[in-house]
Structures are given as C-alpha cells and as structure tokens.
C-alpha cells in the first residue's frame, strides 16, 4: 500500500478523478475531460463496490491499466492513459491498487460520455487501438545509465507526460514524430507547452535544477507559476517524488530530441 502510494504520486495523482471545481469527493470521478471529440467524465476509482472499483479483482485492475478494457469487456476511450500505463510493470500496477482499494470509498454513479458520432461508438476503440496502441512493459534501454532508465520509467509508465505535451493527429493518435512538442488542445482544451529541450520553442534554456524545482513547487525559471491540470499534478503528485527520482525525469526530458514546434494558443 505504501509502495502504491508513491506509484499514485509519480502517476500525477490521477489528478482527473476529482473534480476539483465542483468540490467533488476524491477519486469519485465525474470531472468533465473536453477533448476535441466531445466531453467525458472521468470516472468513479473509489473502493465502492457498486459505483466505484471495489468489486474488481486484481486481474481486472492489471487489464483495464494495461490493456483499456473493463471488467465486462468494455474497450475504454483512451482518455484514459492506459496506452502509458500499459508501460508499467505488474508489481507496480498491483501497488497502486492496494493503494486506491485503501481510499474512502464514495458512492457515485458514473456519467456517460457526450460523444460525437464516430467518436462515441466504443467498438471504434478497437480499431484505434489497432493503429496507435502498443502494450507492454517498458523494457530499460541497456545503452543508457540506470539514472536514464529510471527517468524513462517515471516520465513514460508513471507521469505520462506525452498523452498530454504530445500534439495528436486527427484521429486522436499521438504524432510518433513529435513527441513532447507541445499540443494546442491538450485534455481540457489547455495548451501544454512543448517541453523538448528546443532553445527557442522548448526549455531548451532550463536547467536540470529547474526542471526539478518546476516539479516539486509549479514554478518556472521565469518566475511564473505554472496553472490548471499541471499545478494539479505537481500538487498531488510529482512534488511527493524523491529528489533523486525528480532528478531521472529531468535526465531523460532533457535528453529527448529537441524539435522546433512553436506552440500559439487559437486566437479567440
Ligand atoms: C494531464 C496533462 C499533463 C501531464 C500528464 C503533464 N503535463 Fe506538463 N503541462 C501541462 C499543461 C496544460 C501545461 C501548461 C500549464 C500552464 O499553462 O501553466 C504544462 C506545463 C509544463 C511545463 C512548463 C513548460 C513551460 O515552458 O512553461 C513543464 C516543464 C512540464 N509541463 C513538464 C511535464 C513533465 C516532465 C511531465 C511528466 C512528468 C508533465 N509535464 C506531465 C499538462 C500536462
């Protein structure tokens, strides 16, 4: 249980399942997610065992984290980071379960999507998966240094930092070759900046020490502080981390691939 408390935290503290803004219980769900193909909401990981996940077993814990499909079958939208979850490593994804089965279980129903047509067909899921999902652990890259590694372990299994700072194409699939380099509409409509080590577009002018204070306090090097679903999942989550574990994800984002991407909100 403590170990999943420390995988819940390195996880962003799963940040989605509270809505925040209407003082919604925690982990109860019912946080409206837009995405340019409709509203979900996120949706009830409690103990409960009628509204929330409490009647679930370890194995339908491990297939909805790794592979997007619920207990009855149900393909899950990936709004749901299970193709970053799936990267995880089965210790880990039963540690955070210990860890949310100790919360206090709230009861609330779920809401359905608001989806739009073809969007809103879960059969679709199947298909998408088929082009854009991957599963399976991640597997440690032997040419890189155990501090690589680790870094790679937390930015990509736990803190998903891509399903949120990589641009998606139209069909909702992560761009391969442009990873991290800031989307437009990211979850919620927010703009999440590029964050490749890019001099001009990215933080190509931080450095590993900021990365880390920004993780732990939500400040950038400038001064300002960072807001919405980011200072939640500082907040909750990547503050708790180890300053060792802090300084792996800023050896690994710092070594990504710079790319150019200037990334400018819409005009309104
Ligand atoms: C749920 C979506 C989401 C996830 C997951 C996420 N981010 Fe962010 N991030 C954002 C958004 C949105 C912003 C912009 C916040 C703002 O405008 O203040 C942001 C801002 C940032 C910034 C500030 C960049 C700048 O130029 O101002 C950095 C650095 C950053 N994130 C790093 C990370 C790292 C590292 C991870 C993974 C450990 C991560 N983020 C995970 C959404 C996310």
């Known amino acids: 249980m403590e170990r999943g408390a420390y995988v819940f935290r390195a ?12 003082d919604g219980a925690f982990m109860a769900g019912g946080r409206p997610i837009a995405t340019p193909f409709g509203t979900i909401y996120s949706t009830n990981i409690t103990p409960d065992p009628k509204t929330g996940i409490g ?56 809401r359905t ?5 073809p969007f809103g067909w879960r059969f679709g899921v199947r298909m998408w998966k088929w082009l854009y999902f991957q599963p399976g652990t991640l597997q440690p890259d032997p040419g890189q240094s155990p501090q690589w590694n ?14 949120c700072h990589t641009p ?22 927010e703009l999440a900046p590029n964050i490749t080590p890019d001099a001009d577009t990215g933080i190509g002018s931080w450095s590993p020490a900021d990365l ?3 993780l732990q306090l939500g400040l950038k090097p400038d001064g300002d502080d960072t807001q919405g679903l980011m200072s939640e999942l500082i907040e909750t989550g990547y503050s708790h981390l180890s300053e060792s574990d802090l300084e792996a994800i800023a050896v ?3 070594s990504l691939p710079a790319i150019h991407n200037e990334v400018v909100p819409p005009e309104n």
């Not at 996880?11 to 209407?22: F, I, Q």
């Not at 990873?179 to 509409?185: L, M, P, Q, S, T």
Request: include cysteine; charge should be neutral.
């Open 11 to 22: 996880a962003g503290g799963c940040s989605c399942h509270t809505d925040v803004k209407n």
């Open 55 to 110: 009647a679930w077993s370890d194995a339908d814990f491990l297939r909805a984290m790794t592979l997007g499909v619920g207990p009855s079958g149900e393909q899950y939208f990936p709004v749901f980071p299970y193709t970053s979850f799936t990267r995880m490593t089965r210790q880990d994804v039963l540690d955070l379960k210990a860890y949310i089965f100790s919360i206090t279980p709230v009861e609330q129903a779920n």
């Open 113 to 117: 999507p608001e989806l739009q047509a």
């Open 150 to 163: 680790r870094g790679s372990y937390l930015a990509q299994a736990l803190g998903h930092c891509g399903e």
């Open 168 to 189: 998606r194409n139209l069909m909702g699939g992560l761009q391969k070759g442009r990873r991290h380099a800031g989307a437009v509409d990211g979850p919620d409509g």
């Open 212 to 214: 880390v204070w920004f």
């Open 252 to 254: 690994y984002i710092q």
